[in-house]
C-alpha cells in the first residue's frame, strides 16, 4: 500500500482560553492551515545565520539501526514550552522541555512497523490523540504523562461488496477538533474512504461519513487534515483517486462537511478518472506517478475581497481555489512542477522506503507560497521493478525543486526560483514574517527570503550518515525564536536551532 503522510490539523474550541501566539500549537500552526508564525520575528534576515544547534535529542530508550522505518512524521507541537511528537515505526510518543530537551515522559505504545506507526497527533487540553496506522485503532492519552485514556476502532466498517481490510484502516493525517468532537480522515486498500467523528472526551463515535458510496468502486480516501470554518459549521478536505471502478463521484474533489452532522454540503471535482492501486503501480513507474492523483494538500482559508474561499495543492502540481459557500473554482493554476510533473513528486512508499509528506502550500498577507518538484526528462514507461533496477539514481539526478510566490487574487506569480538536481519535496514549507522555510527527501532544510526567494541559509543532513536514513518526513514548526526540524528517517531525532544566547 502506499503511504502518503498528512499530518495534523487542530482548532481549540471556542470555550477554550486562546493559545499563546508564540506557539506552534497545532498542525499548521492554525485551523486555517496557515503554515505561518507571525510571532516568530527572532528568526529573521538579519539573524538566520546566526542561528546555532540549542538542542538535540534522540528517541531515548531503545536503539535505531541506520535503516529502521523510524522518524518524525508531523510537524513538532509546541505548547506551554513543551514539544511533543510521536515517532514511525516504534509506536512511540514523547515529551520534552522545549528550551532544554530534557525528556519529560515517554511511552511506547506499540512496537513494530504498520502496527506502531504514529503518523500524525493532536494536542487539545489535558489530552494527546492519535492513531496506531494500519491497526485501525484512535486512542487519546493524558498531556502530561502518556497514561492511556481511551482507545476506539469503531470506524472500521467492513464493506460487502470489497474484500477484507488487511489489518485496519490507516488515519494518515492529524486530527481536528471543533464542537467537542475530533475529527479524522481514513483510507486503506480495498476499502471506501471516510471521515470520522468521535466524542473528544469518551471516543464514542459521532457520525461517519463515507466519501465513495456503497454502489461505487473502493478509494476516495482522506489523506490530509481538514480545515475549519466555524462561522458556517463547515470543514473542508480533498480526497484521493480511486482505488477500483466504478470510480467514485468524491474522488480526488475538495469536499465541504458539516462537522455537526456530518452531511456533505457540497463536492466538487478536481481530476477526473484517476484511479490508483498496486495493479496500476507495477504496470509501469509512469503508470504508478501519473494515476496517484489526490487532492491532499491541507486546505487554506483565505479571502479574495469580500468571498471567502478554500484552496488546496495537489499531486498533480495544481493549486485550485473554490468559493466556499458554492464549491464553484474561483482559479487555478496547474503544472506547477514546471516540466514533466511527478505524479505525487514521490514515487510510492514501498518503492523508495520514504513517506510522501503533502503539505506543501501556505497563505500569508495575500500571496500563496508553493514549493514543488518535476523532472527535466520524460517518466520511465518501463515496469517499476525493471525501472528501480536499471537506473535507481534517476529520480536524484533528474529532479528540481520550484518554489513560487502566487497572487492570491487570481494565481499569477509574483517569483519563483527553482533548485536543480535536488530530489524529493518530502517536507511542508512553512514561514515567518520575513522567511521560508522547506526542506528535501536528503535530510536538507532551506531557509529562503520571503520576498524575493533568494536562498539565505541550508541546514545540511548530518554527512556522516547514510542517505537512506536522513530522509526528512514533514514540515518543521516554528515557536519562540527557535527552529524544531524534526528526525529523518532512521533517525527519530529532534534538532533545534536558536540565536547563540540560547545554546
Known amino acids: 500500500m ?16 486562546v493559545a499563546n501566539p508564540h506557539d506552534w500549537p497545532v498542525h ?10 507571525r510571532q516568530g520575528n527572532q528568526i529573521n534576515k538579519n539573524t538566520i545565520n546566526q542561528l546555532v544547534k540549542v538542542w538535540e535529542a534522540g528517541p531515548g530508550f531503545f536503539t535505531v539501526t541506520p535503516g529502521d522505518l523510524v522518524g518524525i512524521t508531523h510537524d513538532p507541537i509546541i505548547k506551554d514550552d513543551i514539544v511533543y511528537y510521536g515517532d514511525f515505526g516504534q509506536g512511540i510518543l514523547a ?56 482507545t476506539t476502532s469503531d470506524f472500521n466498517v467492513p464493506d460487502p461488496n470489497l474484500p477484507p481490510i488487511q489489518g485496519g484502516t490507516t488515519v494518515f493525517a492529524s486530527p481536528i477538533i471543533v464542537d467537542n468532537k475530533v475529527i479524522f480522515g481514513n483510507s486503506a486498500e480495498n476499502t471506501r474512504g471516510s471521515l470520522v467523528a468521535i466524542d473528544a472526551q ?83 513507474y509512469a503508470t504508478s506517478l501519473t494515476s496517484d492523483i489526490s487532492v491532499a494538500g491541507s486546505p487554506n482559508l483565505f479571502s479574495i475581497g469580500c468571498d471567502d474561499v478554500v484552496g488546496a495543492f495537489d499531486k498533480k502540481s495544481q493549486y485550485t481555489v473554490f468559493n466556499r459557500d458554492t464549491g464553484a473554482i474561483v482559479w487555478k493554476r496547474d503544472n506547477l512542477a514546471n516540466g514533466y510533473v511527478k505524479g505525487n513528486h514521490k514515487t510510492a512508499y514501498m518503492s523508495r522506503s520514504q513517506l510522501t509528506g503533502q503539505e506543501r502550500q501556505l ?13 527535466t526528462e ?55 514574517k ?26 545540511p ?23 524544531f526540524i524534526p528526525g529523518a528517517q532512521g533517525l527519530s531525532n529532534i534538532q533545534v536551532w536558536g540565536l547563540p544566547e540560547e545554546a
Do not use: C
Open 202 to 284: 469518551t471516543g464514542a463515535k459521532v457520525w461517519q461519513t463515507f466519501i465513495a458510496q456503497p454502489n461505487e468502486g473502493s478509494g476516495a480516501g482522506i489523506w490530509t487534515s481538514p480545515a475549519i470554518d466555524e462561522d458556517r459549521g463547515l470543514i473542508f478536505v480533498g480526497s484521493a483517486n480511486a482505488g477500483s471502478e466504478p470510480v467514485p463521484a468524491n474522488a480526488a474533489s475538495m469536499l465541504a462537511i458539516d462537522y455537526r452532522t456530518g452531511a456533505i454540503v457540497w463536492s466538487t471535482l478536481v481530476h477526473p478518472n484517476q484511479i490508483w492501486n498496486q495493479s496500476t503501480r507495477l504496470e509501469s
Open 363 to 375: 497563505y500569508e498577507d495575500g500571496i500563496i507560497y508553493i514549493v514543488a518538484e518535476g523532472l
Open 461 to 483: 543532513r548530518d554527512p556522516l550518515l547514510p542517505l537512506e536514513v536522513t530522509q526528512l518526513q514533514t514540515q518543521v514548526s516554528i515557536s519562540k525564536g527557535r527552529l
Open 95 to 150: 515529551a520534552r522541555n522545549a528550551k532544554t530537551g530534557q525528556l519529560i515522559w515517554q511511552q511506547q505504545y506499540k512496537q513494530g512497523f504498520l502496527t506502531g506507526t504514529i503518523l500524525a497527533i493532536l494536542v487539545h487540553n489535558d489530552k494527546i490523540y492519535f492513531a496506531l496506522s494500519n491497526t485501525g485503532e484512535v486512542r487519546a492519552v493524558s498531556r502530561f504523562d502518556g497514561s492511556p485514556i481511551f
Open 2 to 17: 502506499k503511504l502518503p503522510i498528512f499530518s495534523l490539523s487542530i482548532l481549540l474550541l471556542p470555550l477554550v482560553v
Open 434 to 459: 520575513e522567511l521560508l522555510f522547506f526542506g528535501n527527501s536528503f535530510g536538507d532544510v532551506y531557509a529562503l527570503d520571503r520576498t524575493n526567494g533568494d536562498l539565505l541559509r541550508t541546514f
Open 378 to 432: 520524460p517518466i520511465p514507461t518501463e515496469p517499476f521493478s525493471q525501472f528501480l533496477a536499471g537506473d535507481p539514481n534517476f529520480i536524484q539526478a533528474k529532479s528540481f525543486l520550484i518554489v513560487y510566490a502566487l497572487n492570491a487574487t487570481n494565481g499569477s506569480t509574483i517569483w519563483q526560483k527553482q533548485f536543480n538536481g535536488v530530489s524529493g519535496v518530502s517536507t511542508g514549507i512553512v514561514a515567518t
Open 28 to 37: 499548521g500552526h492554525d485551523g486555517k492551515h496557515s503554515f505561518v508564525n
